[in-house]
C-alpha cells in the first residue's frame, strides 16, 4: 500500500513511524504559522460512527475453525474483524479518498476512524473578511463531508463531532 502510494500523506495510525504525535505535530506546525502571522485557526474535529462496523464490502464469507470443525460459510457485508490488525488497515484503505473532497487536502488530519479539519484565513485579509471566509469554507467543507459519509455508508457521529 505504501510502496503504490495508495495511502494519504494525511493518514496516521497503523502504520509503521505515523501515530497520534505524527499528526498532532502537523496540526501545531499549522497552528503555530497561523499565530505567528497574527491570524485564527478554526479545527472540527470528527468521529465517525462505528467506524470500522460500517465498512462496505462485496462477495466475503466468513467461517469459525474451533477445535478443527468448520462452521458453514457465512456472507458478510459490512465490518471489519474486530480486534484484528486487518481493520484498521480496511478502514485506512477504504477512506484513501477522503482528503481529496477538501479544498484544502493539506489541512486535513486523519488517525484511522478519526478526522481533524484545519482551517485558517488567507493573512492578506482583514480580520471581518477572514472570518467570512473560514466560515463560508467550513460549511463548503461540511457539506461535502455529509454527502461523502452518506455516500460511503459511513455515518458521523454527531454527539463526538
Known amino acids: 500500500m505504501q510502496v503504490n502510494n495508495i495511502l494519504p500523506y494525511q493518514q496516521s495510525g497503523s502504520r509503521q513511524d505515523l501515530s497520534t504525535q505524527t499528526r498532532v505535530k502537523h496540526i ?17 474535529y470528527v468521529d465517525f460512527l462505528q467506524a470500522f462496523d460500517m465498512l462496505w464490502h462485496q462477495d466475503r464469507t466468513i467461517t469459525l475453525d474451533y477445535q478443527g470443525h468448520l462452521s458453514k460459510q457465512v456472507k ?15 478502514y485506512i484503505v477504504n477512506h484513501f479518498d477522503l482528503p ?42 461540511l457539506l461535502k463531508l455529509v454527502n461523502y459519509a452518506e455516500s460511503n455508508h459511513q455515518p458521523i457521529n454527531n454527539k463526538k463531532t
Open 28 to 44: 501545531m506546525e499549522q497552528l503555530t504559522q497561523s499565530l505567528n502571522h497574527n491570524s485564527f485557526s478554526v479545527i472540527v
Open 76 to 90: 458478510v457485508n459490512r465490518g471489519a474483524p474486530q480486534g484484528s490488525c486487518f481493520g484498521p488497515k480496511a
Open 100 to 141: 481529496s473532497i477538501f479544498d484544502c487536502p493539506s489541512e486535513v488530519h486523519i488517525y484511522v476512524g478519526d478526522l481533524a479539519i484545519l482551517f485558517s484565513p488567507s493573512i492578506y485579509l482583514k480580520y471581518a473578511q477572514q472570518v467570512d471566509e473560514i466560515e463560508t469554507r467550513i460549511n463548503k467543507d
